[in-house]
């Protein structure tokens, strides 16, 4: 398979700035760039943060409008609607200009907040929270492809960090700010936080960013759309309802099985014909991004899956306080973020990367399998220390899975490139929750029956995730009992993902070390032009 080198556009003070003098623009981008990126994390940061500030708030909002039976739609709602949506905004981007596309997204997203805060009954806020993932699906796509027309390839390592502890902050920092916004403004106020930063980055990107603007004349592929949507939707729904909702063998979930599967093979049928397809099936004969795409959808399964059972694991078997969840974390995301830094300034310096998936690929493992060894008697200490090793390699493979993905394409198709590798993580993500949630629930209603016997099974029928209050009601033998239930859960969790990861690390060896694309003072682009960077107004 080919990987495609054609030359970036970028910026760092390479060549004029449509006009002027170019030692003027040398020494202004660099400040201006710093904006942009500044209101692309604010952005990110939207993105990441909702769901976990949401989910803190959650009893407080039946409590008040009812509707418990329709609870797990607030979340369902959104995560269909984002992942649907991203691939059809990273495509608009491409077709019609990315800042148009990214602003649109923004106002959807602010929207969608607005009427979810002023939601009165919980049917409203379904819909509201639809609305709001809708935008959201060009939040995150909108920020990499950005950063992909801005920031050669060469150069973009040094905004790995940046990228890292925007996901830190938000992964800790979440449930503390939205305990602490409900319990003092009220949950509204949970949505209400997004206007307004969301409207200081609105503020920010309309005044400095300037990308070129295209008219593509082709439609855009409805019917491509449709097929991906109802897909994607079948199978986030399989891997929501599977085993709490529908059992995995019921006529349901089996439905909705033969409607993904007949969906998507019908839209890879369909994208070989259309004129200007969803998914153009030719970045995929790149190695790299098919590699990536794999990595990535792996990254996803692991880490939203470690960050699921983790905190249980904490609270359940090592007595710690659901109130600082988030803070549980530290230790991996900690790592993550310093990993991340260091990746980037080595990739950037170096213009090398191959080792960086390899080395993620085996520390992930080896943590992964660390963490399946935690039994009853493992110290916080100890489970910091192997969350840590799981850290440093998710920090090896976060952010260089899309910078190689977006290496691997041409410039036209960044959009695409951008969507496709956040789709392949969000869909990694959401098997990850699902397959390991279903084999820890196995295995800890198993153990419960074993050891508390019809008490044990009782505790355990509606569900294998106790909260703290219920944990302190059991009788001193069954909450034993649920202790080694919940510490073998985890075990059979984290070998699965150990085991999954495997396939990402002999993924990795095959990835080719293309030179990454860069914006040297006299680059040339593939038609001999010289490269010449957007155009960012001067601060």
Not at 11 to 16: D, F
Not at 18 to 34: F, I, L, N
Not at 265 to 287: C, D, K, M, N, Y
Request: charged residues 10%.
């Amino acid at each position: 398979m080919a990987d495609t080198q054609t030359k970036a556009p970028g910026t760092g003070g390479t060549g004029r700035s449509g006009g002027g003098d170019g030692t003027e623009a040398q020494e202004k981008q660099p400040q201006s760039v710093r904006v942009v990126i500044l209101a692309l994390m604010i952005t990110m940061m939207l993105a990441m943060l909702d769901n976990m500030i949401v989910g803190t708030a959650m009893p407080t909002i039946v409590g008040e409008l009812g509707g418990l039976e329709h609870l797990s739609w607030v979340v369902t709602a959104y995560t269909l609607a984002t992942a649907a949506s991203t691939p059809l905004w990273g495509k608009i981007g491409d077709m019609y200009g990315r800042k148009g596309a990214f602003l649109a997204s923004i106002v959807i997203f602010l929207i969608g907040s607005a009427l979810s805060g002023m939601a009165q009954d919980m049917s409203q806020l379904i819909a509201f929270r639809a609305v709001q993932g809708l935008g959201a699906g060009g939040l995150m796509v909108g920020v990499m492809a950005i950063i992909g027309d801005l920031v050669p390839p060469r150069e973009r390592g040094k905004y790995q960090g940046m990228m890292a502890g925007v996901m830190a902050i938000a992964m800790i920092g979440g449930p503390l700010v939205g305990g602490t916004i409900t319990d003092h403004l009220g949950w509204r106020w949970a949505f209400y936080i997004n206007l307004p930063l969301g409207i200081v980055a609105l503020g920010l990107i309309t005044a400095v960013l300037h990308l070129p603007k295209k008219r593509s004349q082709a439609r855009i592929d409805y019917l491509g759309a449709i097929l991906l949507t109802v897909g994607i939707t079948s199978i986030v729904l399989v891997t929501t309802w599977g085993g709490t909702e529908y059992a995995w063998s019921s006529a349901r979930i089996m439905e909705l099985i033969g409607i993904g599967v007949a969906a998507l093979v019908g839209f890879v049928f369909w994208q070989t014909r259309a004129s200007e397809p969803i998914l153009p099936l030719h970045i995929f004969r790149s190695r790299n991004f098919t590699l990536m795409s794999i990595i990535g959808f792996i990254t996803g399964f692991v880490m939203f899956g470690a960050t699921l059972f983790l905190p249980l694991y904490q609270q359940s078997v090592q007595g710690a306080s659901a109130t600082n969840s988030g803070l549980l974390l530290l230790p991996m995301l900690g790592a993550m973020l310093l990993t991340s830094l260091v990746v980037g300034r080595i990739t950037t310096n170096s213009g090398r990367y191959k080792i960086f998936p390899i080395l993620g690929g085996v520390l992930m493992t080896i943590g992964l399998y660390l963490l399946s060894t935690m039994d009853t008697d493992t110290s916080r200490f100890t489970s910091g220390v192997f969350m840590a090793v799981v850290g440093l390699g998710m920090g090896c493979l976060m952010q260089i899975t899309m910078l190689v993905a977006q290496n691997s394409v041409e410039m036209k198709d960044m959009g695409v490139a951008s969507s496709s590798a956040t789709l392949f993580r969000t869909l990694g993500s959401s098997f990850g929750v699902a397959i390991m949630g279903a084999l820890f629930n196995s295995r800890v209603q198993d153990v419960m029956s074993e050891r508390a016997g019809a008490l044990g099974s009782k505790v355990t029928e509606q569900s294998a995730q106790l909260d703290a209050a219920s944990l302190a009601k059991l009788p001193a033998a069954a909450r034993e009992a649920y202790q080694f239930a919940v510490s073998d859960g985890t075990h059979a969790a984290f070998v699965l993902g150990a085991a999954v990861t495997v396939i990402g690390l002999v993924a990795a060896f095959f990835v080719k070390e293309v030179p990454l694309r860069g914006a040297a003072p006299g680059a040339k682009d593939a038609e001999g032009e010289a490269v010449r960077p957007p155009v960012v107004e001067p601060v």
